[in-house]
């Protein structure tokens, strides 16, 4: 199976998943990402989209790095604090940036994924703006999604970046050691 056909798979699972099943995961999930990052000093989330975990609800979001996607930098994106605002794709970005994160300063990063396989490797909405970025720092990568979209193997390609550690509602899973 590709992976657009696998994104849409995907994408209708955690669709079907009901609002307040969504609300009460991501709030295991974020007390998991909290515990695991809490002594991190520069952190890289995201916001959440459509049906996706929220792993922030523990945080103080003023001290989170969000990303900006830039459209005429080859899509790169880049970590802001500040307001927040419906950007690229219609998801919540900063708009009035009030300080970037250099990549070197970043500790560590949560990463969005539609489906995870338990090595790490994701399957994202296919801008490949994340793995753009994951290449380029050396930040723990911290995956995060809900539980059935957790796969046991991802045919990764050459350009795909996997995160070090997998954080659903149910486990937690040490990627780096599955490679």
Known sequence: MDKNELRNQLLKKRGALNRSYRI???????????????????????????????????????????????????????????????????????????????????DAIIVPGVGFDQRGYRIGYGGGFYDRFLKRTVALKVGVCFDCCVLDRIDEDPHDVAVDVLITERRKIQCRLRR
């Open 24 to 106: 009460h995961k991501s709030a295991i999930i974020s007390k998991k990402v909290y515990k695991l990052l809490k002594g991190s000093s520069v952190i890289a989330s995201y916001c959440p989209f459509g049906s996706e975990a929220n792993p922030n609800l523990l945080f103080d979001t003023s001290k989170l790095y969000f990303p900006k996607v830039d459209r005429f930098n080859k899509g790169n994106m880049r970590f802001f604090r500040g307001v927040l605002k419906k950007g690229f794709g219609n998801i919540k970005e900063p708009f009035i940036k009030k300080r970037i994160a250099p990549k070197s300063s970043i």
